[in-house]
């Protein structure tokens, strides 16, 4: 019987930003449905390799696979229609926009279809459609601990407020790649631990960045290890722990 392709692999992948290789011969891959965590010491690489496999960079060498399929040269869009979602380091809201018209707007290729004719004619299959996404979206929200906040101007949020806007966002659709990076940054505990149970909640491949090291030992079956831009070590997290050369990357 064959096995199902790994839901992400990185094969080779090299960036160089002049004189800085940020990247350097990284090869990885994670199975449909696993969380995999990134860890490495500031500058290691980990949001570039984000970058790499969201198709907002494209590597200088090497190559990126999703479900078994070649993306390397497609983009951002391309790779989001595939499923792909995350969130930032700094978090990205439309601060403008209500927590609710947040999420929705993740949703928006959904639409309501019919453009302006559909709504002068109110027409009853995109009233439903409509309704249809403001109930995923509030469900989202609820997930997220954000139903209290769906009028709420994103702008307005704390920081840890912002991140779960995000996720709500990153969530609604039914990813079926999630990259996070650095997600519990500014998050209090309780928030910290909401985050953890909507993610292990997801059917969902996850590539997590993360310095909280509780964090990704709970969250992660796998690490990967990247110091100034390779691939140091990769295991569960109990192995990571006590590696010598991840205790020599973080402990100088
Ligand atoms: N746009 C860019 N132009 C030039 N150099 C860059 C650029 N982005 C990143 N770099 C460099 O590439 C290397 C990797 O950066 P990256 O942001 O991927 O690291 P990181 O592991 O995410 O670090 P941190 O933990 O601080 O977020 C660093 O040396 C950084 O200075
Ligand atoms: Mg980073």
């Known amino acids: 019987m064959k096995t199902a392709d790994p839901a992400i692999q990185v094969r080779g992948v090299g960036v160089d930003f002049g004189g800085v290789r940020a990247l350097n011969g990284v090869?990885?891959?994670?199975?449909?449905?696993?969380?995999?965590?990134?860890?490495?010491?500031?500058?290691?690489?980990?949001?570039?390799?984000?970058?790499?496999?969201?198709?907002?960079?494209?590597?200088?060498?090497?190559?990126?696979?999703?479900?078994?399929?070649?993306?390397?040269?497609?983009?951002?869009?391309?790779?989001?229609?595939?499923?792909?979602?995350?969130?930032?380091?700094r978090p990205q809201v439309f601060g403008r926009l209500t927590v609710l018209d947040n999420v929705l707007a993740a949703l928006e290729?959904?639409?309501?279809?019919?453009?302006?004719?559909?709504?002068?004619?109110?027409?009853?299959?995109?009233?439903?459609?409509?309704?249809?996404?403001?109930?995923?979206?509030?469900?989202?929200?609820?997930?997220?601990g954000l139903a209290d906040l769906a009028g709420a101007h994103a702008a307005d949020l704390p920081i840890g407020r912002r991140r779960m806007v995000e996720l709500a966002r990153a969530i609604v659709d039914e990813p079926s790649v999630l990259l996070l990076d650095e997600p519990t940054s500014g998050l209090d505990a309780d928030q910290s631990a909401r985050?953890?149970?909507?993610?292990?909640?997801?059917?969902?491949?996850?590539?997590?960045?993360?310095?909280?090291?509780?964090?990704?030992?709970?969250?992660?079956?796998?690490?990967?290890?990247?110091?100034?831009?390779?691939?140091?070590?990769?295991?569960?997290?109990?192995?990571i722990r006590e590696d010598p050369a991840v205790r020599a990357a973080y402990l100088g």
């Open 109 to 144: 290729w959904h639409g309501g279809g019919g453009g302006l004719a559909g709504d002068l004619l109110a027409l009853p299959a995109r009233g439903r459609r409509e309704r249809r996404r403001r109930e995923r979206a509030l469900e989202a929200l609820d997930r997220c």
């Open 195 to 239: 985050f953890a149970a909507v993610v292990a909640g997801l059917d969902t491949t996850v590539l997590l960045v993360e310095h909280d090291v509780g964090f990704v030992m709970d969250a992660c079956e796998r690490v990967i290890v990247l110091d100034l831009g390779e691939v140091i070590a990769e295991g569960t997290p109990a192995g």
């Open 27 to 89: 090869t990885f891959s994670v199975e449909a449905g696993r969380t995999c965590g990134v860890i490495g010491p500031n500058g290691a690489g980990k949001t570039t390799l984000f970058d790499v496999v969201t198709g907002l960079r494209r590597p200088t060498a090497g190559s990126v696979l999703l479900h078994g399929s070649d993306v390397t040269a497609t983009g951002a869009l391309g790779r989001s229609r595939l499923g792909v979602r995350r969130t930032f380091q």
